[in-house]
């Protein structure tokens, strides 16, 4: 069915985080959201209230309580409001709700939108079971698991943004996991916004090689691997340049720690922009992604990505065509590949051109698209009913 034909949906987003906080997700949902008013929809977002708020909202915004998330003073978890939600939505009840993440705001929202048969879609945004082991607390992870799988079976689908994720999320019992992507911004993040001024600030001159991470200043990012490699790179060319672009708990002992290394901390719009543009490669070495935007973002600045082979780079990057990529946890290919590309211009400057074209073939239309259609699709199915379901929460995430 077309989606032209549908009706204009009354659409609830529900989620901890939305911008201006900086994080992948904020600025995932932001763009989405964006683009659906700018078809029509009518957006209402349930969230927190951010610290020091004072612009006007452009969509319809319901604030509720919410705590500091401990290590993450900016960010905030929601806290149960039921009540509010029920009411809320009984006397105007939107066509489908998008539950974005799975705190206690998103459990609370689940079980209202389920007791009024409101169709629900919700997204796997963050591995927050992973994130447990970098925090000494990896004896949970099975257990948050099994919350998370309780979570998104009671909803009518769960959007993951990789194939490869999907697939792990349904042999772990997520049986209604579908693919919903990302796309980048090839104007935004884009080669043109290369700024000598800036690199000049950073004590660079033209032909001086500059690293890049952007993104949280926190164990789970792999950070400790990222400073290594770029070490082992100094070995081979001494003037190369660290610039890490972000905020997070490590970033004063790490700012001690290392001096010659340039933390800029956390940077958006044009400024973001500039600072991708005017590096030449970009350094990640996460293993807790669901997608990693970063990285699409890297590349359609025309930057020489050195990353994990999974979620977005193995969606996007072929090793040593248009970035460089290894197996999970293998760090010693992780600073290879990283010390070839600081080694070999060819290769380095062929990159960085063939990263930019694939950046330009994945634009955020067709994902939007993809995600309007699936609104229509649930609004027109029957309402998710979970009163049957009688799947408990074990220890080891199995039902």
Same mark, same amino acid.
């Given at each position: ?156 689908? =769960?959007?993951?943004?990789?194939? +490869?994720?999907?697939? %792990? $999320? ?5 049986? @209604?996991?579908? *693919? ?48 290594? =490699?770029?070490?082992?790179?100094? +070995?081979?060319?001494? %003037? $190369? ?5 972000? @905020?997070?708990? *490590? ?149």
């Amino acid at each position: 069915m077309s989606v032209e034909k549908i009706r204009n949906l009354r659409i609830a987003l529900v989620t901890e985080t939305y911008t201006p906080e900086i994080n992948g997700v904020a600025r995932t949902l932001s763009r989405l959201v964006d683009a659906l008013h700018e078809r029509g929809h009518s957006i209402h977002i349930i969230r927190p209230r951010q610290k020091n708020e004072d612009h006007r909202p452009q969509y319809e915004l319901t604030h509720v309580g919410g705590l500091p998330i401990p290590g993450y003073a900016d960010l905030q978890f929601g806290l149960p409001a039921c009540a509010r939600i029920y009411h809320l939505w009984r006397s105007e009840s939107p066509d489908i709700i998008y539950i974005a993440t799975e705190g206690p705001l998103g459990w609370s929202a689940l079980n209202m939108a389920n007791k009024l048969k409101i169709p629900v879609i919700s997204g796997f945004h963050t591995n927050f079971h992973s994130y447990s082991k970098h925090y000494r607390f990896g004896w949970l992870e099975k257990v948050i698991f099994g919350y998370l799988k309780h979570f998104h079976n009671r909803t009518a689908c =769960t959007l993951a943004p990789s194939p +490869q994720l999907v697939n %792990d $999320l349904r042999q772990r019992g997520i049986h @209604n996991a579908l *693919l919903f992507s990302r796309g980048v911004d090839t104007s935004v993040y884009n080669p043109k916004h290369r700024s000598p001024d800036l690199r000049r600030s950073w004590q660079v001159i033209d032909n001086t090689p500059v690293a890049l991470y952007v993104g949280r200043i926190a164990a789970e990012k792999n950070i400790e691997l990222v400073i290594n =490699t770029y070490h082992a790179m100094q +070995q081979q060319q001494p %003037d $190369l340049k660290l610039v890490m672009v972000g @905020n997070g708990p *490590l970033v004063n002992k790490l700012r001690k720690l290392h001096p010659d290394i340039i933390f800029t901390g956390a940077k958006i719009g044009e400024e973001l922009s500039q600072h991708y543009a005017s590096a030449d490669i970009f350094l990640f070495a996460s293993e807790t992604e669901t997608f990693g935007n970063v990285i699409l973002e890297a590349m359609s600045s025309g930057l020489a990505v050195v990353a994990y082979d999974y979620a977005a780079s193995r969606m996007h990057i072929a090793d040593k065509q248009n970035g460089m990529t290894c197996e999970m946890s293998n760090t010693s290919s992780f600073i290879a590949n990283a010390c070839e590309l600081i080694t070999n211009q060819k290769l380095l400057n062929e990159v960085r051109k063939q990263a930019r074209l694939t950046a330009e073939q994945n634009n955020w239309q067709r994902i939007i698209d993809q995600f309007e259609n699936m609104m229509v699709t649930y609004v027109k199915s029957e309402p998710y009913d979970d009163s049957d379901s009688k799947e408990p929460v074990s220890v080891d995430g199995s039902a």
